[in-house]
T-cell receptor
Framework: QQQVKQSPQSLIVQKGGISIINCAYENTAFDYFPWYQQFPGKGPALLIA?????SEKKEGRFTISFNKSAKQFSLHIMDSQPGDSATYFC????????????FGRGTQLTVWP | DSGVTQTPKHLITATGQRVTLRCSPRSGDLSVYWYQQSLDQGLQFLIQYYNGEERAKGNILERFSAQQFPDLHSELNLSSLELGDSALYFC??????????????FGEGSRLTVL
């Protein structure tokens, strides 16, 4: 049973466009929501993260929007660049389970030049 | 470079065999995590060790076992291998016992192919 559902599975965006990846969860015990970025042949790396008491967090061109009542959160990549082409994973953590990350299935983003 | 080292990078073996995957965490990190990445299951948490002791257990099969040694490196042992065990196995580390800040540092993975 997938505890974090992610869509779309793949995304193709023109350079300079906005990439949007959506995630949803059911378990209200989740209290931290990180996004990981994975390039081919590499392990996932933390990109940006948010807590549920914040509705939005921005770091450079990357923004997380969080809707606690809808139990949904999304990653927006502004001015998408070919170098952003990677697989993006949303994830969730329950504080009580410490290091166990529940990952979404991933979104493969391709940014065309 | 995350600072987490995994060996071997690639491993091909036959069904029924046993393999050992090795992980060296970042310097100073006490927690080690093992994750399995496959096409059908995605990234799944297997197990966590903190300073030598098992801390949390996820979807780890009984045929699999792990340990963390006094020098903090960890090994994941996979036995009686089946075709379905073919996957990318990631090790990750963090400073403390919990990753409630969300930041785990992942190695580049060990790709296991079972023929």
């Amino acid at each position: 049973q997938q505890q974090v559902k992610q869509s779309p599975q793949s995304l193709i965006v023109q350079k300079g466009g906005i990439s949007i990846i959506n995630c949803a969860y059911e378990n209200t015990a989740f209290d931290y929501f990180p996004w990981y970025q994975q390039f081919p042949g590499k392990g996932p790396a933390l990109l940006i993260a948010i807590r549920p008491d914040v509705s939005e967090k921005k770091e450079g061109r990357f923004t997380i929007s969080f809707n606690k009542s809808a139990k949904q959160f999304s990653l927006h990549i502004m001015d998408s660049q070919p170098g952003d082409s990677a697989t993006y994973f949303c994830a969730a953590i329950r504080g009580s389970t410490l290091g166990r990350l529940y990952f979404g299935r991933g979104t493969q983003l391709t940014v065309w030049p | 470079d995350s600072g987490v080292t995994q060996t071997p990078k690639h491993l091909i073996t036959a069904t029924g065999q046993r393999v050992t995957l090795r992980c060296s965490p970042r310097s100073g990190d006490l927690s080690v995590y093992w994750y399995q990445q496959s096409l059908d299951q995605g990234l799944q948490f297997l197990i966590q060790y903190y300073n030598g002791e098992e801390r949390a257990k996820g979807n780890i099969l009984e045929r699999f076992s792990a340990q963390q040694f006094p020098d903090l490196h960890s090994e994941l042992n996979l036995s009686s291998l089946e075709l379905g065990d073919s996957a990318l196995y990631f090790c990750a580390s963090s400073v403390g016992a919990g990753a409630n800040t969300g930041e785990l540092f992942f190695g580049e993975g060990s790709r296991l192919t079972v023929l």
